[in-house]
């Protein structure tokens, strides 16, 4: 009886995984709203010493009318898209095989939780020194921050797979690769996926301090030369910018992981 029952219940979870939250949106609409009320009142009201909105919103189409906003978000978007990518590929292998190989996990745990607790940005001087001033070393320290959140995600994920399922498949005669690719794989994707959403917050974290290493252009790097000259609105136009590329970035994710994860009951 219980059968039919899921078969039921599943096109209204993929219904309702596919639906758009307009309630969701709404309040984050108004969430906006309120938030830019209470900036543009404090600034108003001289209790904080930041730009008001409309001079943000000034400086934002200064700097996008002259292109130089365009230029920025092209070279953080490459940088933070290349370290980020190149993190979450080689992660999600070395994740699956320290989860299903415990000689595999025992070598290699200890160099991960090692580098874990050196914080990227402290690998910077390390990479200026082996890896010169170019994009080379921005891009290592960004795909550090990046690796380091989803392989431990991904590990977490294929050692908190429920053992009864594996043991089943194996009375019924399933081989490992058959076992990995059906039962392992989709268990763990949950765990993939915010480890991917937490790398990639981490990529974009990094981001500012990579580009302290000899960049002329980039998000970052226009927030450094902003701050010699007190040029508050532009760091808040960086700041912004960097938090709603972050934020649709991630929504991209979150709206995948919906569609991979159907089968999970939500909220």
Do not use: C
């Not at 309702?16 to 009320?37: S, T």
């Not at 070395?94 to 190989?101: E, I, P």
């Not at 160099?111 to 290592?140: C, H, S, W």
């Amino acid at each position: 009886m219980s059968a039919p029952t899921k078969t039921a219940r599943q096109p209204d979870r993929e219904a309702r995984a596919h639906a758009p939250d307009f309630q969701g949106l709404g309040l984050n609409f108004v969430g906006l709203v309120v938030g830019i009320a209470v900036w543009w009142a404090l600034t108003a009201s001289g209790a904080v010493g930041l730009p008001p909105p409309p001079d943000v919103a000034r400086k934002f189409v200064e700097l996008a009318a002259n292109g130089q906003l365009a230029t920025d978000i092209t070279s953080s978007l490459a940088r933070v898209l290349s370290g980020f990518l190149i993190g979450v590929i080689l992660a999600i292998p070395v994740g699956f095989v320290m989860g299903w190989y415990k000689v595999a996990r025992s070598l290699i745990e200890p160099y991960l939780q090692f580098f874990r607790m050196i914080p990227p940005l402290a690998i910077i001087p390390l990479a200026i020194v082996t890896m010169g001033i170019d994009e080379t070393p921005k891009i290592f320290v960004i795909f550090l921050a990046s690796f380091l959140a989803s392989v431990v995600a991904t590990y977490q994920g294929v050692i908190s797979v429920d053992r009864t399922m594996i043991n089943a498949a194996r009375v019924l005669g399933a081989k490992d690769l058959t076992i990995f690719l059906r039962i392992v794989i989709p268990a763990s994707t949950p765990f993939i996926l915010v480890g991917v959403r937490i790398g990639l917050g981490s990529a974009w974290a990094t981001l500012v301090a990579a580009e302290l290493i000899a960049a002329q252009t980039g998000l970052g790097y226009r927030m450094q030369q902003a701050q010699l000259y007190y040029d508050l609105p532009t760091i808040f136009v960086s700041l912004i910018t960097i938090g709603i590329l972050g934020l649709a970035m991630d929504r991209l994710l979150l709206e995948i992981e919906r569609r991979l994860t159907v089968w999970q009951e939500r909220v």
